[in-house]
């Protein structure tokens, strides 16, 4: 019987991290220091264009930053979703929820680094996604794999929580990117960013190079 897709991908992430063997060492002690609270959200209600954006405040010294992206659709071709079946009513929105996750990890690990994170999302199939470490959905499951990759490198101990969307402060980023209201009246700066198309793109042993080496 021929395997299934997901289970190709999970055979070829497990050969990947077996053929590296990488170390590390869990601390699995309480939190002994101020959290990381990040939030974020993505929207691709029909007839808009997707976009997302996330807020973190880095508690140990007050750190306030927003970030937020209108989806290309170079972008949204690459994973499948291009406008004509947009159209015709399919939506990305998991994958936008979870790509936001990944491409915020990816720009705030650096500063980040040995930090224990809080990190709020209202989508459960990416929320899912990102505390298994795999999905159903290989675009899905590349945002958890650049997740994971990246707190191996940092050091980062994230929990992923769930939280409604009317208690979501990125619901509004997700929607009025740089003019949301909430990052205006909490005196969080927006900075525009873009989804590194490449590294959905890339195999796993390319991802690994550029994120966990």
């Not at 508690?59 to 071709?77: H, N, P, Q, T, Y």
């Not at 929990?159 to 005196?187: H, K, M």
């Amino acid at each position: 019987m021929d395997a299934s897709q997901s289970m190709v991908r999970s055979i070829d992430y497990f050969r990947l991290i077996m053929s590296i063997k990488p170390r590390r060492r869990l601390n699995c002690t309480s939190v002994k220091q101020p959290l990381v609270i990040i939030a974020s959200d993505a929207q691709a209600d029909p007839g808009t264009q997707p976009g997302c954006g996330y807020v973190l405040l880095d508690a140990r010294g007050g750190r306030k930053v927003a970030g937020c992206c209108s989806i290309a659709e170079s972008m949204l071709d690459t994973w499948g979703y291009p406008e004509a079946r947009r159209q015709q009513g399919g939506n990305p929105i998991a994958i936008c929820e979870a790509a936001v996750i990944a491409t915020a990890a990816l720009i705030e690990a650096p500063h980040l680094a040995g930090t224990d994170i809080l990190w709020f999302v209202d989508n459960t199939t990416a929320l899912h996604a990102f505390v298994k470490g795999t999905s159903a959905n290989a675009e899905v499951e590349r945002a958890a794999q650049i997740v994971h990759f990246l707190a191996y490198r940092y050091d980062l101990r994230i929990w992923f929580e769930f939280v409604e969307s009317e208690a979501n402060w990125t619901d509004g980023i997700s929607r009025d990117l740089q003019q949301d209201a909430f990052c205006r009246d909490n005196d969080f700066p927006i900075e525009q960013f873009a989804l590194p198309e490449k590294l959905w793109q890339a195999d796993l042993v390319s991802l690994w190079a550029a994120l966990a080496e």
